[in-house]
């Protein structure tokens, strides 16, 4: 049977029949690498939407886990710094009602509590954290509440150095406390905002000043090196004044100076007697005889010589 031509519109492509393509050799062409591609397209793109859906959990995960970190640290250094938060505690309202009523009430707990600076912020944070949550499980102990003001936050405001106190009568060289001797202010106004003094007030005690450093050793104690309307009066001088002060009270208003201590006399009346040494026991008859025993009297009572005599 003769051949047939194909015509124009027979068309006999491995695409239109359906079948393999077929070589020149009667065998199956390899196959395209497009075809191959478009094969392999779908899987591929049902894996992209999962991949990225999985980043997008893990973003969200770190997201949440960076946020709550964030908010630990930041929540103890806030907190620490508002005083209604220790409001909370009983032990501590009394102390917040005193700042509330001294001249630093209008001065947040930064202002002091916090040195100037990103270092001295970053300091206060770092013990700031773990006060917090030592006071959460714990309650406030001393261990844990805000510490005491360096004079650094106090120079803050406090920029010039008083060198007399407001009525003038009191010399306070301030300059040579802070910088030469390197006191810290609290020290001295330790009764400043959070508590008062014996007498009721948020002012420095002389008993502080005589106490910790002008005691006669670490600092002079003579009166008129501060003070600047008083000084030792004459009778103070005296020789016999040791012996005849008791006899001076009804006319001499020895709290006028002394009342800084609370228990002025008895401060004094405690100590041995710097005449009762040595061979005293011996020797005591000779200036009872010659000065009397009224000032023997004052401590022992007339029961104490009868022992022996």
Known sequence: MPE??????????PQASGGAAVDAAGGEAPAVDGAADDAAA???????????????HVRLIVTIVALVVVFLLVLPVFSTLQPAYYDRYPSLRGRMAAWRQSTHALVPCSGCHVDPGVGGFLTFAARSIPAFYSQLFFGPQTTNLLQV???KACQKCHTSYRQVSAGGDLLIPHRAHVEVLKINCAVCHKNLVHSLNAQGFNKPEMSTCMNTCHNGVT?????????TQKAMPAN??????????PTMTKTIDCGQCHAWA???CR???LKRPPTHVGNWKTGHAAVAKAEGTKGC??????????NCH
């Open 236 to 245: 103070h001088l005296q020789k016999n004044w040791l012996q005849i002060h």
């Open 219 to 227: 600092a002079t104690n003579q009166c008129n090196k501060c003070h």
């Open 4 to 13: 047939r031509d194909a015509t124009p519109s027979e068309d006999v492509s």
């Open 262 to 264: 609370p228990d002025y």
């Open 42 to 56: 779908p899987d591929a793109a049902d894996g992209e939407p999962a991949v990225a859906h999985k980043n997008r």
């Open 149 to 151: 003001p360096d004079r």
């Open 297 to 306: 009297l004052f401590c022992h009572g007339e029961a104490f010589c009868k």
């Open 267 to 269: 401060q004094c009346h």
